[in-house]
């Protein structure tokens, strides 16, 4: 007469298949070596790809400050105050073209170094995760480019509109601001994802963040004020408006992960 298996010998070989095979530590680093190799490379080639394009691209970031100058009726030129500005210009504007043309394979390297000690749902989540929070930072990106910027330069250049004192604007500290801002809304839509990762531990709840929204607006409003171009209030409430509309959402967000695991508790018998 056959008898059962005792459970460890059952599970132990579903568990290291869903994991994968056990690595030793010199195999980790011989991995991590890979790894590093491959971004590094990607990274490299990423920046000549981006010098190789940047010139064209230097007509297309300073495009919302030209749009503000003639929607003002101003001189729609930008100008740089040394022999090497441009050159400078052209090679900043490369490596960071470089950095996000080489970016998807550099989390691809990331996500193959973690996933063979993951289970197959924590791989899913983790590729989740990944996705989201690129797709989320490129969004903020985009909101500020395409949204914000237009319509806060073209605001804040019509203060000397019509005046006697005409603005000559650097082409670098322009660069060096839109960077700012634009980097700062990338990071800003990262939220929801921040929030999910805290409710799947439990460190924050839909009932946490609503109660402490007030506190939550005092963050928001200092950092509008660092990612603003302008000081002045209105233009502080456009940048604030989406940060309050991704709070928000981040609620939704930390509710549908409570909802989860409540059901799950309950589903396994235990206590929500």
Known sequence: MATAAPPEQ????????????????????????????SALAALG????????????????IVQPMVDALRANHL??????HSP???????????????????????????WLFVAPGLYKHERRATAAFIISATLLFLCGIGVGFFGLLPLVLTKVIGFAAGGSISPWIDVNEYFSLILVVLLGLGVIFE????????????????????KNFR????????????????????????????????????????????????SQALAEGGTP
């Open 84 to 110: 090497t500005g441009y050159v400078g210009l052209w090679v900043n504007l490369g490596m960071y073209l470089g950095i996000v043309l080489a970016m998807p394979w550099v989390l691809y390297q990331v």
């Open 10 to 37: 059952t599970q132990r070989p579903r568990a290291e298949e869903e994991s994968g095979a056990a690595m030793s530590f010199f195999d980790h680093l011989v991995e991590l070596r890979k790894r590093l190799i």
């Open 215 to 262: 506190y939550a607006m005092l963050v928001i409003t200092i950092v509008a004020a660092i990612v603003t171009p302008s000081p002045d209030a209105t233009t502080m409430l456009i940048f604030m408006a989406p940060m309050v509309v991704l709070y928000f959402i981040s609620v939704l967000v930390s509710y549908a992960v409570v909802r989860h695991k409540r």
């Open 191 to 210: 939220l929801p994802v921040v929030v999910f990762i805290l409710s799947v531990f439990g460190i924050v709840t839909p009932k946490f963040l609503l």
């Open 45 to 60: 080639i990423g920046m000549l790809a981006g010098l190789a394009v940047s010139k064209r691209f230097i007509n297309f």
């Open 75 to 80: 001189d729609d030129k930008l100008y740089f």
